[in-house]
């Protein structure tokens, strides 16, 4: 039986129904998610935003010294100016991929990944409380890391909001990308085999620091099927004007990985895969 009394108790925090919802979405659940992942690198700044700076700029160095890069163009962009997008998208998508795989690797290695299990929070709003926050970790290297460009080379790009974009998308996909690989490794051998085996060959073969024009035609039609080419392309026209790809199809190729990556996440955690015994 009810009363007056139960009629006038607060919601509990954990019903989905009645508190910080929206519909079928717990947003209250969800945003204490992202807070946590966020809180997580921020604790460590000088390992999350400053490392990522440091490493660019000594790539951008060694370039500089090596290959007299000054004096030299790319496709009638200033070599500086034709490396610094690269270099920026590189930063950010290593930096949203270690977001969210050593979250929930460790997590999985440490026994409380029931922590994200047992809330009230469906596969979806794991999904996004997870992969935004590996993309807000991104997007704050992408701010650290051009700041730390200005002095050298100046990035005041001529197209600001289809920088943003491809920063965005390239972050969500590797955010994505990292859920992905920690969901389904058993020890980090295995992750640190994805990372050595794919993520640090696809963006070291993503145009990085060369122009496709430079590779034979075989190559180039290769280059292509590289999504992480296709993030550095979109970033690089956007900086500096410079394309080596149609730019449609370079955001267009970056939102169908991305769908297709949630997708799968989202069914790997809807079903529990590797996550529930």
């Known amino acids: ?14 019903d989905r129904s009645t508190f910080g919802t929206w519909g079928d979405l717990n947003l209250l ?7 946590k992942e966020v809180r997580r690198f921020l604790k460590v700044t000088m390992q999350t935003l400053v490392a990522p700076m440091v490493t660019t700029l000594m790539f951008l160095a060694v ?7 000054t004096e030299r163009t790319v496709a009638g962009v200033p070599f500086l100016q034709f490396l610094a997008p690269g270099l920026l998208v590189m930063a950010v998508v290593q930096n949203a991929f270690a977001n969210t795989s050593s979250s929930v690797m460790i997590a999985k290695m440490q026994g409380n990944i029931i ?23 991104g997007m704050l290297v992408a701010g650290t890391v051009w700041l730390a460009l200005l002095p050298v080379a100046p990035l005041l790009p001529p197209h600001p909001l289809a ?11 590797l955010s994505l990308l990292g ?14 085999g994805v990372t050595n085996f794919v993520i640090t ?13 430079a590779l034979p035609e075989a190559l180039h039609l290769l280059a292509l099927a590289n999504p992480f080419f296709h993030a550095i392309d979109t970033a690089r026209w956007a900086a500096t004007g410079h394309a080596d790809g149609p730019i449609p199809a370079g955001y267009a190729t ?16 809807k079903r529990g895969y590797k996550l529930k015994a």
């Open 1 to 14: 039986m009810t009363g007056p009394r139960d009629a006038a108790r607060p919601p509990l925090a954990g």
């Open 29 to 35: 659940g969800l945003w204490t998610l992202y807070l």
């Open 63 to 69: 370039f500089v010294l090596a290959l007299g890069g």
């Open 115 to 137: 922590d994200y299990l047992m809330p009230p929070l469906g596969p979806g709003e794991l999904t996004c409380g997870i992969v935004m926050g590996g993309v807000t970790r």
């Open 163 to 173: 920088l943003l974009a491809s920063l965005f998308l390239a972050s969500t996909m």
């Open 179 to 192: 859920l992905i690989a920690a969901i389904w490794a058993d020890k980090f051998d295995q992750m640190a």
């Open 201 to 213: 060959p696809l963006s070291f073969l993503s145009g990085t620091f060369y122009s496709l024009e």
């Open 254 to 269: 970056l939102v169908v990985v991305n769908v297709a990556l949630w997708l799968a996440a989202w069914q790997m955690l």
